[in-house]
Nanobody, 122 residues
Framework: VQLQASGGGSVQAGGSLRLSCAAS????????VGWFRQAPGKEREFAAV????????HYADSVKGRFTVSRDNAKNTVYLQMNSLKPEDAAVYYC????????????????WGHGTQVTVSS
């Protein structure tokens, strides 16, 4: 199983980025996918999750209204559209997959990918 996050980069505050999480080696359409982030010196924190079909999504309060998670099961890919970025959004972003729909906020996911760096300058 492989999860590959991509799309990170450096933007100014107020800007946007779209992250992608491409999956292989699993029946992707049966997995919920979460996005997490970890800033230097801080614990990994939940950002968003999307259910198998895309019909349910949940967001951390810190990103609600600015980030949107979506998925294209035909492409085995989940996206995280990040708008109105703030310096405090800077972190390494990870995607993770689980056959259940984990409770909002938990980091207990079955599969994890490598992260992609997001830098936001003020």
């Amino acid at each position: 199983v492989q999860l590959q996050a991509s799309g990170g980069g450096s933007v100014q505050a107020g800007g946007s980025l779209r992250l992608s999480c491409a999956a292989s080696g699993l029946t992707f359409r049966t997995y919920a996918v979460g996005w997490f982030r970890q800033a230097p010196g801080k614990e990994r924190e939940f950002a968003a999750v999307i259910s198998w079909s895309g019909g349910s999504t949940h967001y951390a309060d810190s990103v609600k209204g600015r980030f949107t998670v979506s998925r294209d099961n035909a492409k085995n890919t989940v996206y995280l559209q990040m708008n109105s970025l703030k310096p405090e959004d800077a972190a390494v972003y990870y995607c993770a997959a689980d056959p259940s729909f984990p409770p909002c906020g938990t980091v207990w996911y079955h599969y994890w990918g490598h992260g992609t760096q997001v830098t936001v300058s003020s």
